[in-house]
């Protein structure tokens, strides 16, 4: 079978397709997983805790969820002056005395207020601290003082989530809320619009200098969301995909082998009449022996012949010449009647196998035993054998 054979085969199941191309997806996606992110960054990632991802929001849910119809939900921004984010100013007074001014602009166009709003702040310094004022603008025009404060260290974090001074500023609502609210909405609106956050620092050192990175956290982050330890879960669903290949080939490997040995298992204790057979049975006592020769499919009982403790047999012969069978060609069935303590009385007992025609092979398709009480044993056969072949 060429190429175009076998599509034109596989075209006619469309969940084969549909099954195959998620099977080559996920082996694309692992092959990119593997490469882009070693599985030592990963774990590294996953271990890292909080601290790692203090950029993140918590418990965000996927960014492509605002294609779905509904309210924009706000996603998470993150502005960084150190990359070119916004306009920086800085001008010189003295040697030693100069003054930065940061302007991050923040669009913001979303139906839902953000989640959190905290200002990562880098400045260097050999001994003097710098001093930096923080005023937000909103698209309206408002200027809101956020407050001011003395570096404590060169990595300084001013979480304006969490400052209550500025919240009672706000009429009780938490920064995040109150800084984009309209205060012509009668109920918690964001304003939308281009809001700014200003920073203002005085720096006492010819050498010092100062950086911001302000960080929305939105509702929405990724593709793939956030947990509550602000992790991101795409490094779980990206590394989710090779592992679950490997337990699925594992899986298919173990099974596919499984079914072999078993498969194999039963067509050696088992048999098979090819075409154009002839079968013989009959039953063997000590004192008496009997055959029957048949051609036609019927139930064999023994030629009439009572069992007793005797042995039953089937003579199974692939051919004949001028009507008589080669004797040495023939595999016999040997079935032995005795006593059976499972049915709990004396009992005829022959184990059985079924054969079923398929038109070129016979195939056993049962094997099993019969049991017949005491009372029937004398008036038929102890021992039967269905037998089904092709002629």
């Not at 549909?18 to 593997?34: C, H």
């Not at 990562?120 to 809101?144: L, N």
């Given at each position: ?16 397709i ?17 490469i ?78 953000p ?39 060169k ?22 809320i ?20 200003v920073i ?128 040495n060609?023939r ?61």
């Open positions: 079978m060429n190429r175009g054979e076998l599509w034109r085969e596989l075209r006619k199941y469309p969940s084969a549909a099954g195959l191309l998620i099977i080559l997806g996920l082996v694309a996606l692992s092959v990119y997983t593997v882009a992110l070693p599985y030592e960054q990963a774990v590294t990632l996953w271990r890292g805790g909080e601290n790692l991802w203090t950029e993140n929001p918590r418990n965000a849910a996927p960014r492509w969820l605002n294609l779905l119809p509904g309210p924009k939900r706000s996603e998470t921004l993150k502005l960084d002056s150190a990359a070119g984010a916004g306009h920086k100013e800085v001008e010189a007074y003295a040697e030693d005395f100069k003054e930065v001014r940061i302007d991050l602009p923040v669009p913001f166009e979303y139906d839902t207020f989640k959190e709003l905290t200002v990562f702040i880098s400045a260097t310094y050999a001994s003097k601290r710098p001093h930096v004022s923080f005023t937000w603008v909103t698209p309206d025009g408002r200027e809101i003082d956020l407050g001011e404060r003395t570096l404590r260290d990595a300084d974090t001013y979480r304006v989530s969490q400052d209550t001074r500025l919240q009672s500023r706000l009429r009780g609502q938490p920064a995040h109150g800084l984009f609210a309209d205060p012509a909405a009668p109920t918690p609106t964001p304003l939308k619009g281009i809001h700014h956050l203002e620092g005085l720096l006492f050192e010819s050498a010092s200098d100062l950086d911001v990175k302000l960080i929305v956290y939105g509702e929405l982050y990724g593709w793939a969301g956030t947990d509550e330890r602000r992790r991101d879960l795409a490094v779980a669903l990206l590394w989710g995909a090779p592992i679950a290949l490997s337990f699925g080939l594992l899986a298919a490997v173990g099974a596919t082998g499984a079914t072999m040995v078993i498969a194999a298992t039963s067509a050696w204790y088992s048999d098979s009449l090819p075409s154009h057979q002839w079968i013989r049975s009959g039953c063997v006592s000590a004192a008496t022996s009997d055959t029957h020769w048949s051609s036609a499919a019927r139930r064999l009982p023994c030629a009439g012949i009572t069992c007793g403790r005797g042995t039953a047999f089937i003579d199974v012969l692939p051919g004949k010449a001028n009507g008589i069978a080669a004797e060609s595999k016999r069935e040997v079935y032995r009647c005795k006593r059976d303590v499972a049915c709990s009385r004396a009992t005829c007992e022959m184990r059985w196998k079924r054969f079923h025609a398929d038109g070129q092979r016979c195939h056993v398709t049962a094997v099993g035993r019969s049991c017949l009480p005491r009372a029937t044993r004398s008036r038929q056969p102890g021992t039967s054998v269905l037998v089904r072949w092709s002629t």
